[in-house]
């Protein structure tokens, strides 16, 4: 051992302390395995610097007839001690860490704070010479005092332990816990803190949440439910509804095809018949997209087969109006027409039926007619690398073979039935006329055209070839060397 620590080895020891301490704060987070191996080391000096100079913290201190290096000498050894219980509980933080992720801090903790407390009483009997059995004693008519004025508290703690060792939940995961619904952001020794969808945080007891009914939305982590549930007119026929609802569940492409998505018959009052769609989607973050896109699907299939939903105003349409008349109140292109241009281009609307997997219009045709669609669902099918992939799905309202009646240009996709379909068909020869005299629904047809053209760009575009840097070592290997 260096000479001058075997001369100053007090200071010496003190050094190696805030060493530690400077050490631990300035390595970085990211580097926590050199962080361990330092204080390792520094441990491990620390050791042989104290029993070197015969300061065994086995033993009580050394320098009995010199008091200010018998106090010294105590508080060092004591400090063994204590620095001995950190460096175990940092090394068992970090191979639990590993094996159970953050989900075992708590666990983590409570070794801790038992290694802490058995490192004390260590110090209390080799370093003091005190009387353990007598602290012990003490200490446990300390703990049932305290135990019983922090019983609260413990249920809570011993929850939480409960919760990390079941787990429920985990980290990340989006739960519900009787009724609050968020994202586990932390479990600690108290509560489980949960962020809200409102952005706001929900702190619950863990003595609460070990008791509660909790939904983990998070498993399967590939799979999260979803349900809508709307109230129809107790006039209109059940099977009807039904038939229009799993249209609208065809048409809606986010949801998954397994496990199936249905719907379901759920009560029946004088006021209305209540109807839920539930189904499953592959990411958290859809589930309020899709929800929304679910109901307005519903809605339009439900009002092209004549079902009005309780939030709508019943009856709004005559009765005496035709189908291809309704067709074009509920059409957001056509829906600007005067009432009596929407009469005489309905009577120039010829009804066509199509059956499920029957194609509409192919790709690279020149329509010299427009489609609106009454009923069912049609696929959109796009071309990407030589092969066909689903680019979208169509519903009721919408229009197909826009390309041809603007800009003579050919379709880009492939338009098919997915269910029997019914659309009505519009001739060039009559369409043309009234687009040239009503601006407005030519700019918007336009406008449609322009987006579907800039969709199908973005979805069979190539994705751009990242070039792979090529090293030295790799030339050398390609040239044989």
């Known amino acids: 051992m260096p000479s001058f620590i075997s001369d100053h080895p007090m200071f010496c020891a003190l050094a190696l302390i805030f060493i530690d301490i400077a050490v631990w704060r300035l390595i970085s987070v990211n580097l926590a395995n050199w962080k361990l191996a330092a204080r390792l080391l520094i441990f491990a000096v620390f050791s042989a610097v104290l029993f070197n100079d015969g300061m065994n913290p086995m033993q009580v201190a050394p320098y009995a007839d010199n008091t200010a290096l018998h106090l010294a000498a105590t508080a060092l050894q004591i400090g063994w001690w204590l620095f001995a219980a950190r460096t175990l509980t940092v090394l068992l933080g970090a191979v639990m860490m590993q094996r159970v992720g953050h989900t075992g801090r708590l666990l983590q903790d409570l070794l801790g704070a038992v290694i802490f407390l058995i490192a004390i009483i260590a110090a209390l009997a080799y370093v003091l010479d005190l009387?353990?059995?007598?602290?012990?004693?003490?200490?446990?008519?300390?703990?049932?005092?305290?135990?019983?004025?922090?019983?609260?508290?413990?249920?809570?703690?011993?929850?939480?332990?409960?919760?990390?060792?079941?787990?429920?939940?985990?980290?990340?995961?989006?739960?519900?816990?009787?009724?609050?619904?968020?994202?586990?952001?932390?479990?600690?020794?108290?509560?489980?803190?949960?962020?809200?969808?409102?952005?706001?945080?929900?702190?619950?007891?863990?003595?609460?949440?070990?008791?509660?009914?909790?939904?983990?939305?998070?498993?399967?982590?590939?799979?999260?439910?979803?349900?809508?549930?709307l109230q129809v007119s107790p006039h209109a026929r059940p099977q009807i509804v039904i038939e229009a609802l799993e249209r609208a569940m065809q048409g809606c492409r986010p949801l998954l095809v397994t496990p199936a998505p249905s719907v379901a018959f759920k009560t029946s009052a004088s006021g209305g018949v209540e109807y839920e769609i539930s189904g499953f989607v592959p990411a958290m973050a859809l589930k309020r997209e899709v929800r929304n896109q679910l109901y307005d699907l519903a809605f339009r299939h439900l009002q092209a087969a004549g079902v009005s939903l309780l939030s709508a105003t019943e009856g709004s349409t005559p009765s005496a109006m035709s189908a291809a008349r309704a067709l074009l109140e509920r059409s957001p292109i056509f829906s600007t027409l005067r009432q009596d241009e929407k009469e005489t281009f309905s009577q120039n609307m010829t009804l066509h039926t199509y059956r499920s997997g029957e194609m509409i219009l192919p790709a690279g045709e020149v329509s010299d007619h427009l489609f609106i669609v009454e009923t069912g669902v049609v696929s959109v099918m796009l071309i990407k690398d030589g092969h066909t992939f689903e680019a979208g799905r169509m519903g009721p309202g919408e229009v197909i073979g826009e390309a041809g009646i603007l800009s003579d240009k050919a379709a880009l996709a492939d338009f098919s039935a997915k269910t029997f379909c019914t659309l009505y068909r519009i001739e060039k020869e009559y369409l043309k006329p009234c687009l040239d005299a009503r601006h407005d629904i030519g700019e918007a047809m336009k406008a449609l055209l322009d987006f579907r053209l800039h969709a199908a760009q973005v979805l069979t575009q190539e994705a751009p070839v990242v070039p792979v840097k090529k090293g030295f070592l790799q030339w050398l290997r390609k040239r044989g060397l």
């Open 131 to 229: 009387p353990v059995k007598g602290v012990l004693a003490t200490s446990g008519a300390v703990a049932i005092i305290v135990g019983l004025a922090l019983q609260s508290t413990l249920s809570d703690v011993f929850s939480g332990i409960v919760l990390n060792t079941t787990k429920p939940y985990q980290l990340d995961d989006w739960i519900s816990i009787d009724g609050t619904e968020g994202r586990v952001t932390d479990i600690d020794w108290r509560a489980t803190r949960l962020q809200t969808s409102q952005g706001s945080m929900a702190v619950i007891p863990n003595s609460l949440a070990a008791k509660a009914k909790i939904i983990n939305f998070s498993r399967p982590a590939d799979m999260f439910g979803l349900a809508v549930s």
